[in-house]
């Protein structure tokens, strides 16, 4: 079952977040709003909800510290760690030594921050909090002193309850706030993570209220501020008020290191710019960058758009066995410099179109820092221009790729061919002497023919010069796997290409005749130089759907081969729930007490293709919750609400049919769709709005008629 490490809830939200894998994403307006449209002041405060916590006659409610006016940047252990063993005094200290050594001290990262698990179960017999003499055998002020040595900060973590969120049940400050804000100031902790776990229904903003007053009298006792991070998971719609007790506040439930779970908590947060702001941030959680669950490339785009949406930047990974791709994701100052911007605006969604966005955010030089996402599994094509994006009228503009390190010119547009799960990360000047760097130009394929083992299909390749000055000696390539034929009668090399021009090039595969059902990527390479005769290198990559003709009759979907499958929590199963994270693990699919011996189990987000080949007439399956998610299962599950889904049928990327939102509370839903004529066919599953804890969602007894 899909847990949150620590049993945390699973924490439902007002605001219904865009889901659906590559599917069609309606934003309302004022999502889709030029980020230089974002008011420059704070946030819209509440003033009746914090008065309503604030005792008469008592300290003004603005934080007057001026702390956290970046979003703080550090390491946590919780993401790799959990309360294992190795989360010991060494480790953080060899976080620490890392920070220094490796250059992430000098990035700016700051905070080496120990989480739950670091004291013991009982207080002593004055209601002090003891540190666990196995994991910290010095005590936690003498970790502090050392990385304070470093010139580098430390954090401490409890919850605004009775316990901790961790089962063994360690103290929580609840009743002991001012002890224990004091024992922190003492120990030298220069931030608090105050989580929200057996809060004995007590008021959250009374809660977190009482804690910020015990840490400014802790900090004006001792001289040590403490940044104050909440972490209610956004219960009680933080933003509206935590700019008047905390430094940051938790928008989301717990991250964890797979794709869809970052992708869920993006667009929980996404919506939430407006409250942004120095001393005052959204957080949608820590990193997974390098923990393993995720690619590279998904790696990137977490942290793009961490850094887009000036998150804090928590490094959730063991530094200490990272390899040094993850150092280098973590190590990018440029992207770190988006971040840290000191304007402190959130960047805000311009457009989502078919999994295609693009968000910018305005920096306090005047320039645009553009996320070009590709939500898919497919490489797309993601465009804008510098007027959408906020950026005054021009002759040009300077890009710089932040991942490449590179600078190019153009007339406005901004464009990528951007591979599936990736990020492409500008940022822009207007003027700035654009003319003197090389055009902006991208390389990438038309849409992903299908093609029978031993067949043949076209694919269009186009080279577009996006700058302002020609692109000169241009060349491209098509690469093949070994098997694979590739030909082209057309031309793959100009002298020049002006500004707007095109190079299009229309290649013929044929498919080896044992090729196998799916899709097969090829790389595609082009080269150019500018005027000035520096010379630029792109790769992108085209791919083709080898495909087999449907079944005719009634098929099973379960007995029949997807060309491809994305799934938010393991994998997609044959006939069982889709269980934990390993293959194999589920159970009966089971919705509302009724069992179904075929089907397929999933977790959202999951985006299913088939490839009907306009043979098919008829879709039909009986969806729901699997009763695995609490309802009739686990107390955590039942805790949580039990999840909830919406199921979604998609035809040629048209959806032609939908269930709605679907909870552990309801019984089996009929969902059939008309797919008459359709080449491709996917089913998709949606995060229900809420996230994606417990949404372990079923296609009971799908089938295809053809």
Same mark, same amino acid.
């Given at each position: 079952?899909?847990?949150?490490? *620590? ?21 309302? +307006?004022?999502? +889709?709003?030029?980020?230089? &449209? ?23 409610? =603005? ?108 103290? /929580? ?10 024992? @922190? ?79 869920? #908590? ?84 311009? $457009? ?7 968000? &910018? ?52 547009? #901004?464009?990528? %061919?951007?591979?599936?799960?990736? %990020? ?18 991208? @390389?990438?394929?038309? $849409? ?14 186009? @080279? ?35 500004? /707007?021009? %095109?190079?299009? %090039? ?25 005027? *000035? ?24 979907? *379960? ?37 179904? +011996? ?9 985006? #299913? ?9 008829? @879709?039909?399956?009986?969806? /729901? ?29 048209? =959806?032609?049919?939908? *269930? ?18 359709? &080449? ?22 799908? =089938?295809? /008629?053809?």
């Amino acid at each position: 079952m899909r847990k949150l490490p *620590s049993a945390r809830r699973a924490v439902r939200f007002h605001l219904r977040a865009v889901t659906g894998a590559a599917g069609a994403v309606a934003l309302c +307006a004022a999502l +889709a709003a030029p980020a230089v &449209a974002a008011p420059t002041g704070a946030q819209p405060q509440r003033a009746s909800a914090t008065a309503a916590a604030q005792p008469a006659g008592g300290p003004d409610l =603005r934080l007057p510290d001026g702390l956290a006016r970046t979003p703080p940047m550090g390491f946590n252990n919780w993401n790799s760690t959990h309360c294992r063993a190795e989360f010991d005094h060494e480790m953080v200290k060899g976080i620490a030594d890392i920070f220094v050594e490796r250059g992430l001290k000098d990035a700016g990262y700051e905070y080496v921050n120990l989480d739950d698990c670091w004291a013991l179960p009982e207080r002593d017999a004055n209601g002090k909090l003891v540190p666990d003499p196995v994991r910290f055998p010095d005590g936690i002020k003498a970790v502090a002193d050392y990385v304070h040595a470093k010139g580098l900060k430390i954090g401490i973590y409890t919850s605004a309850g009775t316990k901790t969120c961790n089962p063994a049940g360690f103290p /929580g400050a609840l009743g002991h706030e001012e002890s224990d804000a004091m024992q @922190f100031a003492e120990w030298g902790i220069d931030y608090l993570k105050y989580d929200n776990c057996n809060n004995q229904g007590v008021d959250a903003v009374q809660r977190y209220t009482r804690m910020r007053d015990a840490l400014r009298a802790a900090s004006e006792t001792t001289g040590r501020p403490i940044v104050y991070s909440i972490c209610e998971w956004g219960q009680n719609e933080p933003w509206e008020w935590a700019a008047d007790v905390g430094h940051l506040w938790r928008t989301t439930g717990d991250i964890s290191d797979n794709w869809s779970s970052m992708l869920g #908590i993006m667009k929980q947060n996404l919506p939430l710019a407006e409250y942004a702001g120095p001393g005052h941030w959204n957080d949608p959680d820590m990193l997974e960058v390098g923990n393993g669950g995720m690619t590279d490339t998904e790696y990137r785009t977490h942290f793009s758009m961490w850094s887009i949406m000036a998150a804090p930047l928590l490094i959730g990974s063991d530094l200490r066995t990272a390899d040094e791709a993850t150092f280098e994701i973590l190590g990018n100052e440029e992207v770190i410099a988006v971040d840290q911007d000191p304007l402190g605006r959130q960047g805000a969604v311009v $457009s989502a179109d078919d999994g295609r966005w693009v968000v &910018a955010k305005e920096m306090a030089d005047g320039s645009r820092a553009v996320a070009l996402f590709n939500e898919s599994t497919a490489p797309q094509r993601i465009s804008t221009t510098a007027e959408a994006v906020g950026l005054p009228a021009a002759d040009g503009y300077r890009m710089r790729d932040l991942w490449r390190h590179e600078d190019f010119n153009t007339g406005g547009g #901004i464009s990528a %061919t951007v591979p599936g799960h990736g %990020t492409v990360l500008y940022r822009l000047w207007p003027g700035a002497g654009a003319g003197s760097y090389p055009p902006a130009a991208e @390389f990438g394929a038309g $849409s992903a023919p299908y093609v029978e083992a031993g067949g043949a299909a076209e694919v269009t390749t186009t @080279f577009r010069n996006t700058g302002i000055t020609p692109a000169k000696n241009v060349t491209v390539g098509f690469d093949a796997p070994a098997g694979w034929q590739v030909e082209t009668g057309s031309p793959t090399t100009a002298e020049q290409i002006a500004p /707007g021009g %095109t190079l299009t %090039t229309v290649w013929r595969l044929t498919a080896p005749a044992d090729a196998a059902t799916g899709r097969q990527e090829f790389p595609l390479t082009a080269g150019y130089s500018a005027p *000035s005769g520096t010379a630029v290198s792109l790769t992108s990559a085209g791919a083709a759907y080898v495909v087999a003709s449907p079944p005719a009759g009634t098929t099973y979907a *379960s007995d029949w081969q997807w060309l491809e499958a994305g799934n938010g929590w393991g994998p997609v199963e044959r006939d069982t729930s889709v269980g934990e994270q390993a293959a194999g693990d589920g159970g009966p699919l089971t919705i509302g007490g009724r069992t179904y +011996a075929k089907g397929l189990g999933v977790h959202a987000v999951s985006d #299913i293709g088939f490839y009907t080949g306009e043979r098919c007439e008829t @879709f039909s399956a009986e969806v /729901g919750l699997d009763d695995e998610t609490g309802n009739g299962g686990t107390a955590q599950g039942e805790a949580s609400g039990g999840g909830s889904v919406a199921f979604e049928v998609w035809a040629d990327g048209a =959806r032609v049919a939908e *269930s709605g939102v679907l909870t552990g509370a309801d019984p089996a839903r009929p969902l059939s769709a008309d797919i008459g004529g359709a &080449a491709s066919v996917r089913l998709v599953v949606t995060d229900g709005g809420d996230g994606v804890d417990y949404d372990h969602a079923d296609w009971a007894d799908a =089938r295809f /008629g053809c």
